[in-house]
């Protein structure tokens, strides 16, 4: 692994390339730091405050194609934007505050701990999604073939999950604006909250469901849940709400 400190900050990350295995952690130093593997270009074009991770091609790629690990420190005063493509990418972000997140890979895992974000968007053929004690404080929209979806501990002003083939569950959940759409999958969600205030929408027309719909004029918050080939239950905690 190279071991390189940005000498300047850094207002976004981009990641292409495939299989890549892509690690960004807060640090607690002034400086971003940059560990990586010979078969990935990690680089900050002049002019740009954008840090470049892609993959080699031609020779280099041939010999040293199978070692795509990248690690990215981000110290606390800036918060990049983060943005995944690329096959079979893997990121993990732990702790820190961001901008914008953007997984855009055809397939891979998008893992989340102890992070705040602007916005957190998953549009992948195949992936794997799980966010745990995280905030985001604009909108987290997840629209994927197949694989699950994980939120637990969450804060978000708006969610929309809709996956064709896989299961959505949440735990804690904060948020007075969800969706979840599952076509062959399950439905599991604990919502921080008093139920009095929310209107609860959900149908499931091939499995079950534990509770009917509630529409309550004048509510602030809704929780709406639509399974095809699936069952779904949806409870309500009580706890403070932000």
Avoid: W
Wanted: with cysteine.
């Amino acid at each position: 692994m190279t071991t390189s400190k940005l000498k300047s900050d850094i207002a976004a990350i981009e990641c292409d390339a495939d299989g890549c295995v892509l690690e960004i952690e807060h640090t607690d130093d002034s400086f971003a730091e940059v560990q990586y593997a010979r078969g990935v270009n990690v680089y900050v074009k002049k002019g740009e405050a954008k840090l470049y991770i892609k993959q080699k091609k031609g020779l280099f790629a041939k010999i040293f194609g199978g070692e795509s690990a990248v690690k990215v420190m981000v110290p606390g005063h800036i918060v990049p934007a983060i943005k995944i493509a690329g096959l079979r990418t893997d990121c993990t972000i732990d702790g820190g505050i961001y901008g914008d997140v953007e997984f855009l890979a055809e397939s891979g895992s998008l893992k989340a701990e102890n992070a705040a974000m602007e916005s957190c968007t998953v549009n992948a053929a195949n992936c794997t999604t799980h966010l745990n004690k995280c905030t985001v404080k604009g909108s987290f929209i997840s629209n994927t073939e197949g694989g699950d979806i994980t939120l637990e501990y969450i804060f978000a002003t708006h969610i929309a999950c809709r996956a064709k083939s896989g299961n959505i569950g949440a735990v804690q959940l904060n948020c007075k604006d969800s969706t979840f759409e599952a076509a062959e999958g399950n439905i599991s969600a604990t919502i921080l909250g008093d139920e009095s205030r929310f209107d609860v929408l959900v149908n499931s027309k091939e499995g079950t469901c534990n509770r009917e719909s509630v529409n309550i004029e004048d509510n602030d918050s809704t929780f709406k849940a639509y399974a095809v080939k699936g069952n779904i239950l949806v409870d309500f905690t009580d706890g403070k709400e932000n």
